[in-house]
């Protein structure tokens, strides 16, 4: 795998999202029905329980540790989950810092998830599979007030695609075939 080179220059950032904001704009503007995106990914079983999973032109491997069975070769799914909505969450600052013109020079997001495995393994049915709570720790330095990012905070925790799959119920639906 091969990791590309980040922009981290904070005047080119500002002009990559004024760019890519105003070209959504401009094309939902003429076609709304381009709004509508679909994301696909797919996955392969390898190792013990790993699966290496492709999304456009990038792949990686996500597993378990020992104790869930796994080789503990990457992350696990539920650490990928947290991985997926702290990135979510960066993304969404920056853009809504720069539409609102509040100025983030550094941003650091943590995530804790709580998981009780009675759930996973049907010891117990009233315990759910998934988190029971997730909890984001974010930290912004920047010339701007507590006010101000606390703000943005409330615009993020309102258009972050991540945030609200874990917090509104999305449909899923599965078709199992013989292969």
């Known amino acids: 795998m ?4 980040l922009v981290d220059d904070a005047a080119q950032r500002s002009a990559r999202l004024l760019e890519a904001g105003t070209a959504w704009s401009r094309r939902i503007a003429a076609n709304p029905g381009s709004a509508q995106l679909t994301y696909k990914a797919a996955g392969v079983g390898v190792g013990s329980v790993a699966t290496r999973i492709s999304a456009g032109k990038h792949q990686f491997t996500v597993d378990e540790p020992a104790a869930l069975a796994g080789d503990d070769t990457a992350a696990s799914p539920v ?6 909505i702290i990135a979510c969450q960066v993304v969404v600052y920056r853009l809504y810092a720069e539409l609102l013109g509040i100025q983030v020079d550094d941003i650091q997001v943590d995530a804790e998830g709580d998981l009780d ?3 996973l393994f049907g010891i117990d049915e009233s315990v759910r599979p998934g988190f029971s709570d997730i909890r984001l720790a974010v930290r912004i330095s920047g010339p701007e007030s507590q006010e101000s990012y606390e ?7 309102a258009r972050c695609p991540v945030q609200d799959l874990f917090s509104n ?4 639906s599965a078709v199992v075939t013989k292969g």
Do not use: H, I, K, S
Request: no cysteine.
């Open 117 to 119: 495995v009675r759930g």
């Open 2 to 5: 091969t990791e590309t080179a």
């Open 169 to 172: 119920a999305t449909p899923v």
């Open 79 to 84: 650490e990928y989950a947290l991985g997926a």
């Open 151 to 157: 703000e943005l905070g409330r615009f993020v925790e």
